[in-house]
Nanobody, 122 residues
Framework: QVQLVESGGGLVQAGGSLRLSCAASGRTFSRYAMGWFRQAPGKEREFVGTINRSGGSTAYADSVKGRFTISRDNAKNTVYLQMDSLKPEDTAVYYC???????????????WGQGTQVTVSS
């Protein structure tokens, strides 16, 4: 079992930055690849990015590539999402998730956090 708790969301102006954190419980954090997803009102949950177990490989959705960066600190059981050059269309609830196998679809992920709201004003 892995429990995930996101933090760092808030209100920011367009062009600004936020860093989300996701703290994981347990001693098996490094066994999981981690992902970030987001869900805007009335829309399906969408993939934002993922990072492998060691942190040596990442992948991103085209909509955030070049603006968002995922990193992890396995010693602290934490994964981060650095969001720069934010746009109003980035407004959503952001979720972190853990997967034993990796992937970019929500179905591939076994454990989810409760989400944190990010609002970008124009």
């Amino acid at each position: 079992q892995v429990q995930l708790v996101e933090s760092g969301g808030g209100l920011v102006q367009a062009g600004g930055s936020l860093r989300l954190s996701c703290a994981a419980s347990g001693r098996t954090f490094s066994r999981y690849a981690m992902g970030w997803f987001r869900q805007a009102p009335g829309k399906e949950r969408e993939f934002v990015g993922t990072i492998n177990r060691s942190g040596g490989s990442t992948a991103y959705a085209d909509s955030v590539k070049g603006r968002f960066t995922i990193s992890r600190d396995n010693a602290k059981n934490t994964v981060y999402l650095q969001m720069d050059s934010l746009k109003p269309e980035d407004t959503a609830v952001y979720y972190c998730a853990a997967t034993s196998y990796g992937g970019i679809t929500p179905h591939a992920y076994d454990y989810w956090g409760q989400g944190t709201q990010v609002t970008v004003s124009s």
